[in-house]
């Protein structure tokens, strides 16, 4: 997309991955100042990723010493919308939209003030040339599902109740967007995804739901996921770093993790777009980590 008074140009970045065809491509627009909430949403939609990134000047007080974490002049006001509607937080877009800035700015801290409050990130550049970005997530939570919205759930992807794993008990987890965690017992019943569309959409909406991160432990700190995203529009999201964030919490919350620990997500697999998202857990910081590398497509 061209640049002009009225249009300023959409970069286009892949998210969890070094490989232009791996991971979750996101659109960026460093300079928003121009766009209304239509005109973003008309770009997210055209675009057709699962979310882009709209970016914009910080909310005041929040530039410079006495703002969190980044230097004066990397602080930046974030949105994200997906085909159909405005979101409260992005993992992957955020890793598109601090790569691209990096390759402008230079490596280092940024701040990104979102919806769900500030989101630091820092963004580091290899001795391969490949740039990796780590958020730092709004304070996570964890909170039961009801039966009957479980049942629901369920009964929209078509998962019998006796293909979950026991050991990971559903929840709906929180860090920056909600997300109903869903655990398989086995890595064929995570491949096989052919949901109702409508019925989990609507299930979604009611629950406040940005996506449902499905699961498989392979190891003790290796997991398979997958995000069905219908309330965006999309049949699927290809690697899910809010989804990341809220499950590091989850898994930390529940004991299924220790307090520190470095878990592996693996996604995209199944869709022909692989990528990894490392999620880091610090003892005494309920915070939740998640990095990745991003590159730019084209």
Known sequence: MTTTASQPEVLRYTAFSSDPAGGNPAGVVLDARALDDGEMLAVAADLGYSESA??????????????????????????????????????????????ALAERLGPGPLVFATQAGPV?????????GTVR????????????????DLAEALAALDWPAADLDPVFPPRIAYAGARHLVLAAATRSRLAE????????????????LTTVQLVW????????????????????????????????????????????????????????????LTVALRAGDPRVRVSGAGVRIG
């Open 54 to 99: 709209f970016l914009t000047g910080p909310p005041e007080g929040l530039d410079g010493p006495e703002g969190p974490d980044a230097p004066e002049g990397r602080t930046y006001r974030i949105r994200y919308f997906s085909p159909k509607a405005e979101v409260p937080f992005c993992g992957h877009a955020t890793v598109a939209a601090a790569v």
């Open 120 to 128: 630091p990130v820092d963004v580091t550049a290899e001795d391969d």
């Open 133 to 148: 970005a780590t958020l730092t997530s709004v304070e996570p939570y964890v909170e039961e599902v009801a039966d009957a």
């Open 193 to 208: 995804l052919a949901y109702d569309f409508a019925r989990l959409e609507t299930l979604m909406h009611r629950l406040d």
């Open 217 to 276: 432990r392979e190891s003790p700190t290796v997991f398979h996921v997958r995000d069905p995203f219908p309330v965006g529009g999309v049949v699927e999201d290809p690697a899910t770093g809010a989804a990341a964030a809220a499950f590091g919490g989850y898994a930390r919350e529940l004991g299924l993790v220790p307090e520190d620990a470095v878990l592996t997500l693996r996604q995209g697999e199944d869709l022909g777009r692989p990528g990894e």
